[in-house]
């Protein structure tokens, strides 16, 4: 068989394919099947995408992006656990953009309603409008959905492949299929005789996929439990192959500078000192940006630091205090969305306690360890483009718009992440690749992005504001009424992601606001959208990471007000709406020894959110050392329904939670003359191993849908870092980052 990188890098992918000797195996649920990019040549049978066999084992094409999240492992044990194989031998490789590859998942997200009390039919329904996302080519990985979307195609394709190969068996056999069983890898006859699947992949490569009943749960012998990363080794021997890794003969380097405000260019510009370095071969003008050419990426950042370029004006507000003001104004205007409108808000007794608050949390870099990066190589009539991307199927629209190609001329490598969280989703950092290579074609250039050139020109997440009104009596939670303004990430960052404008309620402004599973009777949550204004995009966990804040901060200011232990008033209002919720804050109360009352220089708070289909509750424990805070232990319970990696759930768990408490302790970007001031990690620095405290994870699987792993556990760290510092100070904290109000050990 053909070696399965030179498969992948000629376009292999979708719909089946087999190659010579070998033969691929997968199943559409779908009436029409997506169009497959291969040419399988005169020797190869055509069958389905996912699993090739061939003479050197098992195959894996995978699709979606490995960031860290361990996607990789789990789509192998997927598979595994009905092709009979040991996960741990799959090879897995990431094929390039293809529309079989949609994820329907993301799709279905975007349906009416709370999601936690979706019924069956609901459900069903979901599933079926995310057929959408392949019309869209939406090969996407973010929002959680990576296993959601996957974990029946995977069992579907190990389970085709099986009994395919299993039909391969029997007819040389001369025996029943039927008769035949499966272990290790290889085809089992009655009589003890074993074929391996190498052996059987060419005859099965002849015959067409045969559908296959899943096995039950009770004969699953990967899913559910810890199984060896698949990029284990390769990462800790530094043989991943990373954006910044990519080398390929002839290759130069170039850097990008590109304008400190946003959406402007050049009032005027010399770049006669960058052009006579010793090694710089060109410099290109973008407009609002320009790029550096060279023999390697340390003479390139230094030459395009060496041009000297008068940028224009801003025109949006320059400092951070003009775009708060504007989202201010926001709620002056008609709400976009009221997706949220139980009982009367309006109408309260007398003798209710009302709480009123302001919440402002600002924008936020994605901060990846691997700086924005991509090479590209253009020959005229093609184009290959090397990134590590989340959206395959993006990148190829982009870069053959601006190539002046059909999109089938443009082939798209999607190597490892160092670091996605939604960053990657965007193009801006390949296209300047794109623009290079044609500048030099039939030459590979690599563009990569200084620290600060990456910092400096993000996709933020946006920054937010909340105005809160709850009401109490008697102890108990009577209303909740809540106004979310920000600039809109589905508007901004949808519209790029899918080339479509982008209109209507905007749900996922409101995520974790409108859909907390709580029973309040008067229960208002409207969304308020900012003019665009810097650019913002996907941050980990979305909408859900401001709202995940709001919502449960003033859910704390009410318990408090209320005179009611915070833990016990959340579960109280969860119990009667959704079980799964109650039961996290159930487990995270036993985790942690929950009591209400804590000894003088330590603090607990309590924090709940409700996103991608997961409830996690959480409890932060804070201590004071000599007047500073230290964030000393972090409880989390989490239900995701069905679980297929335990370890990789624990580690995305505690990920997610490590991601909030830095943004919630020190995160913030922040704007003067129309520019952003923070540069690198000085700047916005994260947890360090030293004052990251330390976790216990808990997961169950009470759920009746299968919710996501890597973004759930970020909403409510933040809530309840602020409400354990509540607990130890006094002081109530409703404006983040909470080292602006306290002084945390460093």
């Not at 530094?238 to 400190?260: E, H, N, W, Y």
């Not at 974790?512 to 941050?539: C, D, H, S």
């Not at 230290?630 to 939670?657: F, H, K, Y």
Request: net charge negative; glycine share 10%.
């Amino acid at each position: 068989m053909a070696n399965i990188g030179k498969i992948a890098r000629r376009g292999f992918l979708i719909g089946s394919a087999a190659l010579v000797g070998g033969v691929a195996f997968g199943v559409y649920q779908i009436r029409k099947p997506a169009p497959n990019p291969l040419d399988p040549g005169d020797d190869a049978a055509v069958l389905n995408p996912y699993v090739v066999v061939d003479q050197k084992g098992v195959t894996l094409i995978a699709p979606r992006s490995e960031m860290g999240q361990g996607v990789r492992t789990s789509l192998a044990a997927l598979i595994a656990d009905e092709l009979d194989v040991d996960p741990t031998a799959v090879n897995v490789i990431h094929g390039p953009a293809a529309q079989a590859y949609f994820n329907s998942a993301m799709v279905a997200e975007g349906l009416p309603g709370r999601m936690y009390n979706m019924t069956g039919f609901q459900h069903s329904l979901g599933q079926a409008v995310g057929q959408v996302a392949k019309l869209l080519s939406l090969q996407v990985t973010g929002g959680s959905s990576s296993m959601k979307d996957g974990f029946d195609k995977m069992r579907h394709a190990g389970a085709s492949a099986r009994e395919t190969l299993k039909e391969a068996a029997a007819q040389q056999l001369g025996i029943a299929r039927a008769s035949l069983r499966t272990r290790n890898g290889q085809v089992i006859a009655p009589d003890g005789t074993t074929l391996r699947y190498e052996d059987l992949a060419q005859a099965a490569a002849a015959l067409s996929p045969i559908k296959a009943k899943l096995r039950p749960a009770s004969e699953r012998t990967y899913i559910g439990k810890p199984v060896p990363r698949v990029d284990m080794v390769a990462k800790s021997t530094g043989t991943a192959g990373f954006g910044v890794d990519v080398r390929l003969d002839g290759m130069k380097f170039a850097a990008i500078r590109q304008s400190p405000r946003f959406g402007v260019g050049k009032i005027a510009m010399d770049a006669s000192a960058a052009e006579t370095m010793p090694g710089v071969e060109r410099v290109l003008d973008l407009g609002d940006a320009v790029v550096v050419i060279g023999t390697n990426t340390w003479l390139a950042q230094q030459a395009a630091e060496a041009i000297d370029i008068t940028w224009k004006d801003a025109p949006y507000p320059a400092d951070t205090d003009g775009l708060f003001a504007e989202i201010a104004r926001s709620f002056d205007d008609a709400p976009n969305s009221t997706l949220r409108d139980d009982g009367d808000v309006d109408s309260l007794p007398p003798d209710a306690t009302v709480i009123e608050a302001e919440y402002k949390l600002p924008y936020l870099a994605h901060a990846t360890m691997e700086p924005m990066t991509a090479t590209a190589l253009y020959t005229g009539d093609r184009l290959e483009v090397w990134a590590p991307n989340q959206g395959p199927t993006i990148v190829r629209r982009t870069a053959a718009a601006l190539a002046g190609l059909a999109e089938d001329a443009v082939t798209v490598h999607t190597t490892y992440l160092g670091g996605g969280f939604g960053r990657r989703i965007e193009t801006d950092y390949v296209d300047p690749a794109v623009q290079a290579a044609m500048a030099m074609p039939g030459i590979p250039i690599q563009v990569t992005w200084s620290r600060e050139e990456d910092m400096r020109h993000d996709y933020y997440r946006p920054g937010a504001m909340a105005r809160y009104r709850g009401a109490v009596k008697d102890g108990k939670a009577l209303m909740v009424h809540g106004k979310i303004a920000a600039q809109s990430t589905t508007v901004e960052g949808g519209a790029r992601m899918l080339g479509l404008s982008v209109s209507g309620p905007d749900k996922g402004h409101v995520d974790a606001a409108f859909n907390q599973p709580f029973a309040i009777p008067n229960f208002r949550v409207e969304g308020y959208l900012t003019k665009p204004m810097i650019p913002v995009g996907f941050w980990r966990s979305v909408g859900a990471s401001f709202n995940g804040f709001f919502s449960d901060t003033i859910i704390d200011e009410m318990a408090h007000a209320a005179g009611r232990d915070p833990l016990a008033f959340r579960l109280e209002l969860a119990e009667p709406e959704h079980a799964p919720s109650a039961h996290v804050l159930n487990t995270v109360r036993e985790m942690s020894g929950w009591t209400g009352q804590t000894p003088d220089g330590v603090g607990r708070g309590v924090g709940f959110a409700y996103s991608f289909g997961t409830p996690v509750a959480m409890v932060v424990e804070v201590r004071d050392e000599d007047g500073d805070i230290r964030i000393s232990n972090c409880w989390i319970a989490a239900d995701l329904g069905t679980i297929v990696d335990p370890s990789i759930v624990e580690a995305q768990m505690i990920s997610g939670a490590i991601y909030g408490l830095s943004a919630a302790m020190q995160g913030e970007i922040t704007l003067q003359n129309g520019e952003v001031v923070q540069e690198n990690f000085p700047d916005y620095d994260a947890l360090r191993m030293h004052i990251t405290p330390a976790f216990d994870v808990r997961l169950s699987e009470t759920s009746e849908f299968m919710g996501g792993a890597g973004e759930p556990s970020t909403p409510p760290s933040m809530p309840a870092l602020a409400n354990a510092i509540h607990d130890l100070t006094g002081t109530r904290a409703r404006t983040l980052p909470l080292n602006r109000q306290f002084s945390f050990v460093l």
